[in-house]
């Protein structure tokens, strides 16, 4: 009987100690497979290769009993989750990319508060030019999905002595630090919110969460900062919004991604834009690794694996 195959996107040596009685593959994305697919029992997917390459191996992967991947966001994987073996389990990288995402979610709040690329460019020129900007602090903020990585969010504007952190999720709960509201509360929330930060998943039902009611909706000068997916925003209702110079906007992901040399949304006015970074920094190896060495402890003890997102054989949830 042959050891349970393992597909990783990092080689095995630099992961040891891994866990005995596997065996272990490394594959990145390269065009020629390390084994044949259908003997691989857990897939780590490779990180930043692109949704064609992710996929590529699934349909030959009979006997997968895992897919692992590293990024918090599955929407490109997850269409192909009831297409896997009955019972296999599609992992999401739970709190891989808490800490790397909250920095930069707080880095472009700070940067459009205090008008970073304008000094940038000021610099440029050689111009020396001040003005009154608005702080972070005493600002009322709302997050918008209230996972590990908006909780991560909050842990960081505390300290900058904001007004208030007002939490949303899908459904009302209570967590640690006070109330979450339900989302279907966001028309009442949102005129208050002079920050509003969004990490929430990409579905159905958040795509376009943030069209034009959205938007209506929040304060004078208030600023939009996206460090989930492009797609929770309504694009064309964001721009008329910035056009307008009632609005501001951070974003970290956009749609559509990656944004074309051309689109409007480049040149927009008040508007900050980074190309999806939230989650490649330094932090993302020990934490890539760390997930991965606990992950495979699991399946080598028969015990079930953490994070899981979807199940094979079963439709995907809306």
């Known amino acids: 009987m042959h050891a349970p195959e393992v597909w990783l996107p990092f080689p095995p040596a630099e992961l040891a100690p891994l866990p005995e009685g596997l065996t272990y593959h490394h594959w990145d994305g390269q065009p020629a497979f390390p084994a044949d697919p259908a003997r691989c029992a857990f897939y780590a997917v490779p990180y930043l290769k692109g949704t064609a390459t992710s996929l590529r191996p699934l349909p030959r ?6 897919v692992q991947t ?35 979610a707080l880095a ?14 000021a610099q440029d020129q050689g111009r020396w030019s001040t003005a009154m900007r608005p702080s972070l602090a005493d600002r009322h903020v709302l997050v918008v999905g209230y996972g590990g990585i908006g909780a991560a969010v909050e842990e960081r504007l505390l300290p900058f002595e904001v007004a208030s952190v007002t939490r949303v999720a899908s459904r ?8 979450v509201h339900g989302v279907d509360e966001l028309p009442e929330l949102l005129p208050s919110a002079e920050i509003v930060v969004l990490c929430a998943p990409l579905t159905e039902a958040t795509r376009g969460l943030a069209g034009a009611a959205f938007l209506a909706r929040m304060p004078d000068g208030g600023l939009l900062v996206n460090v989930a997916r492009g797609a929770l925003v309504d694009t064309g209702a964001l721009l008329a919004e910035l056009a307008s110079g009632r609005l501001r906007a951070a974003l970290d992901v956009t749609d559509p ?14 508007a900050l834009i980074t190309p999806h970074v939230g989650g490649p920094s330094t932090a993302f190896r020990p934490r890539a690794e760390r997930l991965l060495r606990a ?13 899981v997102v979807a199940t094979g054989g079963q439709p995907q949830s809306p």
């Open 70 to 104: 590293l990024t918090a966001g599955v929407d490109d994987i997850l269409p192909a989750a009831p297409g896997l073996p009955d019972g296999a389990v599609l992992c999401n990288a739970g709190g891989l990319h808490n800490t790397s995402t909250a920095e930069l």
């Open 295 to 307: 992950q495979l402890a699991r399946f080598a003890a028969g015990e079930p694996v953490r994070h």
């Open 61 to 66: 992967m009979t006997g997968v009993r895992v």
């Open 108 to 121: 472009l709040i700070l940067a459009a508060q205090r008008d970073i690329p304008g000094a940038v460019r």
């Open 172 to 179: 009302p709960r209570t967590a640690p630090r006070g109330p």
């Open 257 to 270: 991604e990656p944004l074309p040399p051309d689109h409007r949304l480049w040149r927009a006015p008040n």
